[in-house]
């Protein structure tokens, strides 16, 4: 296979710069997950773990962008050794909280600038949000992990109703690698989507 970082060097810089900022913001290890969008063909999940500074995370990451696969990672803390995507029996315990705000699926327009301005201006503002390549994702970190997972459910799904995000609150979520490159499904391609690159929001 060809060196996905030689085709595209300021993305891969951005990419480099992104993920280690997410395993430096969230601590570690953290797993991370790729799956092929639906209806762009098949093909297994990957699953890998990294730690702060593993240079194997950006490699992975770029094979995934090369290859057209989804790069997501778990907010949550999963069991030790495990080697598939985590289902809610596989968490330990939560970093933190989140919400996942994407464009209205009956195609209106998605005015982000003011989806942001609602976060930011909220008592809590997120400790960091990603735009997602379509939507945005932030992130409200625990100062120690929260092992009531129920709870935590709650809040998300609470959350979600504050800022008119997604019905996605279940603890075993997975969200957008920032660095990683958003390949549109089938669907989203045949509507005009073309693919965005996931990044920190300043």
Request: charged residues 20%; aromatic residues 6%; proline residues 8%.
């Amino acid at each position: 296979m060809n060196n996905p970082e030689a085709s595209d060097r300021p993305e891969a810089v951005q990419r480099q710069q992104d993920i280690h900022r997410l395993l430096a913001t969230i601590g570690g290890p953290v797993q991370f997950v790729s799956i092929v969008p639906r209806g762009n063909g098949d093909g297994p999940v990957w699953v890998a773990t990294f730690e702060l500074g593993d240079p194997a995370a950006v490699a992975w990451v770029a094979r995934n962008d090369a290859e057209g696969r989804a790069s997501y990672y778990s907010l949550s803390i999963v069991r030790d050794g495990l080697n598939k995507k985590a289902t809610k029996a596989d968490i330990v315990a939560a970093r933190g909280l989140f919400v996942d705000i994407d464009p209205p699926k009956n195609g209106a327009a998605f005015d982000k600038a003011s989806a942001l301005e609602n976060l930011r201006s909220l008592p809590m503002p997120p400790s960091f949000i990603v735009d997602s390549g379509g939507g945005l994702q932030p992130i409200w970190l625990f100062d120690t992990p929260e092992p009531n997972l129920t709870l935590v459910e709650g809040v998300n799904r609470r959350l979600a109703e504050m800022t008119a995000g997604d019905h996605c609150f279940n603890i075993d979520r997975l969200l957008r690698v920032p660095g990683s490159l958003n390949t549109p499904d089938a669907k989203k391609a045949a509507a005009g989507r073309v693919p965005v690159r996931a990044s920190f929001v300043a």
